[in-house]
Nanobody, 117 residues
Framework: QVHLVESGGGLVQAGGSLRLSCVVS????????MGWFRQAPGKEREWVGA????????SYVESVKGRFTISRDNEKNTVYLQMNSLRPEDTADYYC??????????WGQGTRVTVSS
């Protein structure tokens, strides 16, 4: 069974940075394309970005381009979301996801990010 566990969320001031981690167990990380979603209070879930199995290709929603970076270390079975220049509108629960292409079959439990103004 595949498990995804996120960590690294917390409270940060606007303009600050956080790095989220997602540890995958039960399967080899290189079996999956990975991604991140987020859901802000009272809003629909939003795709944030994705990274292919090798790490050679990434894509992002327009609102985080240039500020967020997804990376992965397949040896450590870990995916990262580096978030810089954080804004209050980035406040959300962030979810790590795994699958193939843009079909994500596996989801973590989420980690909360709060950005204060």
């Amino acid at each position: 069974q595949v498990h995804l566990v996120e960590s690294g969320g917390g409270l940060v001031q606007a303009g600050g940075s956080l790095r989220l981690s997602c540890v995958v167990s039960g399967r080899t990380l290189s079996d999956f394309d990975m991604g991140w979603f987020r859901q802000a209070p009272g809003k629909e879930r939003e795709w944030v970005g994705a990274i292919n199995w090798s790490g050679a290709h990434t894509s992002y929603v327009e609102s985080v381009k240039g500020r967020f970076t997804i990376s992965r270390d397949n040896e450590k079975n870990t995916v990262y979301l580096q978030m810089n220049s954080l804004r209050p509108e980035d406040t959300a629960d962030y979810y790590c996801v795994g699958g193939h292409g843009m079909r994500f079959d596996y989801w973590g439990q989420g980690t909360r990010v709060t950005v204060s103004s």
